[in-house]
């Protein structure tokens, strides 16, 4: 009777076991994110923004293909002149490799490359500029299950931020930057 009782357990238990071994086919993540933007004049800047991307699990459940578009905005005053509105957004795609050995923490690595836009405006100045150059950026973070399997928050994401642009005289300018985000991951689909 006793083993009769532990198979029927085993066998009810199964299921579970398989579902907790599942993982999202496809992420949706959305949220707040800064970066810090190394500009020409030697004078950091804070950005504050925005940040959704979507992760596509294409091999087993650890790798997938990621987009991210993100967009911040900030201002700046340089020496004397009226303030200057900035905006740079960054079109990204690369590998994600996310390690799935534990359901409630989910911490994830990806290498991302696209392009950046940028626009400075100033209207006292008669100032308006925008260009469209490379961007990499390679980094990771970490999800955490929220209330359900199809929800996790993440708690943070960090990223190494490069972006390459031309200047007026015709040099490359490259700009070190460094972006953290946080928000909600919907989680959809399963892959076994």
């Given at each position: 009777m006793r083993?009769?009782?532990l198979m029927a357990?085993?066998?009810?238990a199964?299921?579970?076991v398989a579902?907790?071994?599942?993982?999202?086919r496809?992420?949706?993540f959305a949220?707040?994110?800064?970066l810090?933007l190394?500009?020409d004049f030697?004078?950091?800047?804070d950005?504050n923004?925005w940040?959704?991307?979507v992760?596509?699990?294409?091999?087993k459940k650890?790798?997938?293909i990621?987009a991210d578009?993100?967009?911040?905005q900030g201002?700046t005053?340089?020496?004397?002149t009226?303030?200057t509105?900035?905006n740079k957004?960054?079109?990204?795609?690369?590998p994600?490799?996310?390690?799935?050995?534990?359901e409630?923490?989910?911490p994830?690595?990806?290498?991302?490359v696209g392009?950046?836009r940028i626009?400075?405006?100033?209207?006292?100045?008669?100032?308006?500029?925008?260009d469209t150059?490379f961007?990499?950026?390679?980094?990771?973070?970490?999800?955490?299950k929220?209330?359900?399997s199809?929800?996790?928050v993440?708690?943070f994401?960090?990223?190494?931020?490069?972006?390459r642009f031309?200047n007026?005289?015709g040099?490359t300018?490259n700009s070190?930057?460094?972006?953290?985000?946080?928000?909600?991951?919907?989680?959809l689909?399963s892959?076994e």
């Amino acid at each position: 009777m006793r083993k009769l009782f532990l198979m029927a357990a085993l066998t009810l238990a199964l299921p579970i076991v398989a579902l907790a071994q599942e993982s999202p086919r496809t992420e949706i993540f959305a949220g707040y994110s800064y970066l810090r933007l190394d500009d020409d004049f030697n004078d950091d800047r804070d950005f504050n923004g925005w940040t959704v991307s979507v992760n596509q699990t294409i091999f087993k459940k650890y790798f997938g293909i990621k987009a991210d578009i993100s967009g911040y905005q900030g201002n700046t005053m340089v020496g004397l002149t009226p303030r200057t509105d900035l905006n740079k957004f960054l079109f990204l795609i690369g590998p994600q490799l996310t390690l799935r050995k534990s359901e409630r923490f989910q911490p994830f690595a990806h290498a991302l490359v696209g392009a950046a836009r940028i626009t400075v405006d100033n209207d006292t100045l008669g100032v308006n500029f925008e260009d469209t150059g490379f961007a990499f950026a390679v980094g990771g973070g970490l999800d955490v299950k929220a209330l359900s399997s199809k929800l996790s928050v993440r708690l943070f994401q960090a990223d190494y931020v490069l972006t390459r642009f031309d200047n007026a005289v015709g040099d490359t300018v490259n700009s070190n930057n460094f972006r953290a985000s946080a928000g909600i991951v919907l989680r959809l689909g399963s892959v076994e």
